[in-house]
């Protein structure tokens, strides 16, 4: 080991000795620097990591080590001083070896001096520093193999440029055949088996953060591969042809060989082991979570997830599905065989296609692929079933991957497949069992009547109507009796309900059958218990499983959840009519926010002008609360007062049509739930916060050009779209814990009474920045610049930190403790006008008990679908933190935290604090100047150290012959001195 590193030591003398090392080192902290400000756009992105270091550095890392390795042997060889080295008392198996880790240790500063910019990164953000370590480790990695790789070639030619052309070559190639590029042109498995090889691939598992010993055993075996025919090539220079020396050579290729071959055999045999790893990550977000281990040991059924995967896909989609299967197999490994996982290409087995498309509704996805010369259309799978008894679920590609556009690609990653998995586990887990279980829980019988007309059916739907029949009689048979059915066809005499009192009851109209003909059908089914009518319409191609999806949805419904059930009232969507006769149609809806919550709980719709909620309700969600009598605000108060959770999303501006101007004013909400607020402790002034940190909003804007004014939107800075970054979040809560921001749009600062809430657990989960300040106009939100030309808004005279949102648990009063509630007011006047029919008079709960939970949002179109589309439209799926947000809420008031847990890996506020453009420019250039200041002192460090030691003696090309007699002598006596020579 000790000659191994003299023979090192002198070719890091030899690097530092010439210019070549500190141009070397220059080089590529530049490179390293331009690719991360400029090509990646780091600033851009607004992202805490390091990934844009990383992304460039296995194309970089093989011009470094050609250009390191192209003249170690060859230039020995042009010299002639080849022969000396290899009659130096040491074994050509030390020289290899010492030349390999120079090149390395070489490399290794110049990566050591990019240690600058992850911690710049952590400075403007909160750093995961396990994949910044795995980086490194990568890089080093895999520097070794391409060093390896460049002494092999190098030792094959006397030509430097031959050498570092070859050495590019061979690299590049190990690299390009696990790329997308190659993989795209064959199939999964294939395209598999070409990832396993490339170095690229495995530069990026290991750059995530995650040490796999595969991937260890990867980068070991390709270096010491090289490294071994770096030492045969050489022992073959000095071998001659002869006999006496043939057993000799055989004896020294079958060891090599032997060697290599156990290598590539350790390989294949740890490639299926993909338990052996270490996450690195700070939230080991690529290792199960101990809420899916307890999930998955709680199992009493076996459990089968299948994916189904088309072996020629997408390119984008190719590289995840090996990343897909690598967590299926965790999953069935940590169930210990409660967990069946299986993989399948539904093209190669046509019986389970034809299953997958009946029974559960999977269909291929037509993706568009464009190629150089021609655009093409494939259909393929990218979906994983999930199945628990009878009850299954399924998750298409738009279910599991997430989409960014990261400098000028496109990139695609999977957003969190743990929690898309567990989550739906959970759900069909502990959600109906099977549909046994769901007709058991209903509480009268089901009359099912399926309204079909086969004679008018057109052509494409003739076997619906025989379809439809048998899910419902297969239903049928199973509900011992709960439910039974009959098919009717309306327009038949004798129909017990004709076509119009279809329509007046339950508002059923025919389809069309065409847009050529009169003749119309009926496709629709009644599900009747007891007075509960539910109306189940055509959905979907009316598949099997269509039809069996929609039947069991509309029971699920009928009966009592086993699922939480999330109650949310919103104000209506129907059209108004103004005073001149107009028909309005409301600019607000709130779809996107129900449809999230229903993916994982029972969305059920309140009508709280009854005054009461129904107790099976797990938490009651408000949005925009207006138009509230004290029956609302009844309901919703003794709701709190047994304990219930609450969330209001209460802003009081709504946003609503300008009939004069144009465009959207704000509208103020006086009718709300402001004096129910105050009465706990909580008021939500009547104003709007503004402020500086905010998300940007399309603007009408006025252009001159020559004589005529041109209107164009752009995108301009609106204050009234808070955005609300990490360092602005309450630390440690769950509902924030997992979002890197969210925007409050159109928010109202919240003020919290410290008297009233003194005995209750209060926490101010958002707020906005310093340099915010308040408006008490709601009304006037659009911009004005005649007045204010440079931003458009009033510049303001104070700023401070406004409270935007706040959570409070504790025991409550009453708003009606001590007075009449609204059901006694009701039965007083029902008594005056009809003394005969007394209203029943519920009792009025006056405190509740410690487990009330309030959450208050000063917002009230956060979760508003328009301005889901005004955000999708210039920030991309940033709106899906407000939808992130809400289920978090929900979470945390059913204390469903194990969900929160998983979703919070990985997705840790990751985001750059906000900087201005001259900001960035500095952390920039002093990323710059860090750079150059650590690349002079290495050459001071150098200079200082080389004028302290003792000049090395130099070998000259006529002392060949005294070199090797001095060499065979002298070996005993000094062999560090003959090994510096």
């Known amino acids: 080991m000790k000659q191994i590193l003299t023979i090192t030591r002198k070719e890091l003398h030899g690097y530092f000795g010439s210019p070549m090392a500190m141009i070397f080192i220059g080089a590529f902290l530049v490179a390293t620097l331009f690719s991360f400000f400029w090509v990646d756009t780091f600033f851009a992105r607004g992202i805490a990591d390091v990934r844009p270091l990383f992304r460039w550095m ?25 022969e000396v080295l290899l009659t130096l008392p040491v074994s050509t198996t030390q020289l290899v070896i010492g030349k390999f880790l120079a090149v390395v240790a070489l490399i290794g500063i110049a990566l050591a001096l990019t240690f600058f910019i992850p911690v710049t990164v952590a400075i403007l953000g909160n750093l995961d520093w396990g994949p910044v370590f795995g980086g490194y480790l990568a890089a080093i990695l895999l520097a070794g193999a391409y060093a390896a790789i460049g002494l092999f070639v190098s030792s094959r030619t006397d030509n430097q440029i031959v050498a570092l052309l070859s050495t590019v070559l061979l690299c590049g190639a190990f690299y390009l055949v696990g790329s997308t590029g190659v993989t795209n042109f064959v199939g999964n498995e294939v395209g598999e088996i070409l990832r396993a090889i490339g170095a690229g691939s495995r530069f990026e598992s290991i750059q995530r953060g995650v040490i796999d010993l595969r991937d260890l055993l990867y980068y070991v075996t390709l270096a010491g591969i090289f490294l071994v025919l770096n030492i045969l090539s050489l022992k073959a220079k000095g071998w001659s042809a002869g006999e006496q020396t043939l057993p000799k050579r055989r004896g020294l290729a079958i060891t090599s060989a032997l060697l290599i071959v156990n290598l590539l055999v350790a390989n294949v045999w740890v490639y299926p082991l993909r338990g052996l790893r270490l996450d690195l990550t700070q939230y080991g977000e690529y290792s199960l979570s101990k809420a899916t281990r307890n999930l998955l040991d709680g199992l009493q059924e076996p459990l089968l997830i299948r994916g189904y995967f088309s072996e020629r896909t997408h390119p984008l989609l190719a590289p995840l599905v090996p990343k897909v299967r690598d967590m299926l197999q965790e999953y069935a490994l940590a169930s210990q065989g409660r967990v069946q996982v299986e993989i399948i290409d539904p093209a190669k087995e046509p019986e389970k296609e034809e299953e997958a498309y009946q029974v559960y509704g999977i269909r291929p996805t037509p993706f568009q692929i464009a190629g150089r010369y021609e655009a093409s259309i494939i259909n393929s799978y990218f979906d994983i079933l999930i199945q628990y008894g009878d009850q299954s679920v399924t998750l298409g590609f738009d279910d599991l991957i997430e989409v960014k556009q990261e400098s000028n690609s ?298 005529y004014q041109i209107q164009e939107y752009q995108a301009l800075n609106y204050p009234y779209f808070v955005d609300v970054r990490s360092a602005a979040m309450a630390k440690n809560n769950p509902i924030v814990s997992n979002l890197a921001a969210i925007t409050l749009n159109w928010v109202s600062p919240i003020q919290i009474n410290q008297e009233k809430n003194a005995e209750r657990e209060v926490e101010v989960l958002l707020s906005s920045t310093s ?102 439209s210039m920030s991309g799926d940033r709106y899906l933190n407000s939808l992130q947000f809400v289920k978090n809420a929900v979470a945390w008031a059913t204390e469903d935290l194990d969900l929160l847990e998983i979703q919070a890996r990985g997705n840790e506020s990751r985001v750059l604090a906000s900087l201005e453009e001259s900001e960035q420019s500095f952390w920039e250039i002093l990323n710059y100047g860090v750079a150059l200041l650590a690349l002079l002192a290495l050459g001071g460090f150098v200079t200082i150290r080389r004028r302290n030691e003792q000049p090395m003696e130099l070998v000259q090309p006529s002392a060949v012959s005294h070199q090797r007699s001095a060499s065979a002598l002298g070996a005993e006596q000094n062999p560090e001195k003959e090994v510096e020579k």
């Open 58 to 82: 296995p194309v970089l890392m093989i011009f470094i080590a050609a250009a390191l390795t192209m003249r170690q042997w060859s230039e020995e060889q042009r010299v002639g001083t080849l």
């Open 410 to 707: 496109v990139n695609v990653y999977l957003r969190n497949l743990e929690y898309d998995l567990t989550s739906n586990i959970k759900k069909v887990v502990y959600g109906f069992q099977n549909i046994d279980t769901v007709l058991a829980s209903l509480s009268d019988p089901v009359e099912m009547t399926i309204y079909v007309t086969p004679n008018t059916m057109p052509e494409s739907l003739a076997g619906v109507p025989a379809t439809m029949e048998k899910v419902v009689q297969e239903i049928a048979a199973q509900s011992n009796g709960k439910l039974t059915y009959t098919v009717v066809d309306p327009t038949q005499a004798d129909s017990p309900m004709t076509p119009q009192q279809l329509y007046d009851t339950y508002g059923i109209q025919p389809f069309a059958a065409s847009l050529f003909s009169n003749d119309v059908y009926y496709m629709h089914m009644v599900l009747k218990m007891g007075d509960e009518e539910n109306v189940i319409f055509p959905s979907g191609e009316m598949s099997e499983a269509d039809v069996r999806n929609s039947v069991e949805s509309a029971l699920k419904r009928m009966s009592s959840g086993f699922l939480k059930v999330v109650g949310i009232w919103s104000p209506s969507t129907e059209a108004t009519t103004d005073m001149y006769g107009q028909t309005i149609q409301p600019l607000s809806s709130w779809n996107d926010v129900r449809e999230a919550l229903g993916q994982e709980y029972e969305v059920r719709t309140l009508d709280l002008s009854t005054g009461s909620i129904a107790p099976d309700v797990d938490v009651v969600f408000v949005i925009a609360p207006q138009g509230f009598t004290d029956m609302e605000l009844y309901a919703i108060d003794q709701y709190l007062m047994r304990g219930g959770t609450v969330i209001l999303a209460a802003g009081n501006t709504v946003i609503a049509q300008d009939p004069y101007a144009g465009g959207i004013t704000g509208r103020l909400i006086t009718d709300g739930v402001a004096g129910l607020l105050e009465h706990y402790g909580i008021t939500v002034q009547q104003g709007m916060v503004l402020d500086p940190q905010n998300e940007p909003f399309p603007m009408p804007v006025v252009r001159q050009v020559g004589n």
């Open 771 to 872: 340099g915010a300040w308040f408006q008490s106009d709601p009304i006037n939100i659009q911009p004005d610049f005649t007045l204010y030309p440079e931003s458009g808004f009033a510049q303001p005279t104070s700023t401070q930190v406004y409270t935007l949102a706040v959570s409070v648990q504790g025991a409550f009063d009453s708003y009606f403790a001590g007075k009449p509630s609204p059901f006694e007011t009701a039965q007083t006047e029902e008594t005056e006008a009809s003394p005969a029919t007394p209203t029943t008079n519920p009792g009025t709960i006056d405190k509740s008990p410690e487990t009330a939970r309030l959450l208050v949002v000063g917002s009230a179109e956060f979760v508003d679908d328009i301005v889901f589309q005004i955000s999708s």
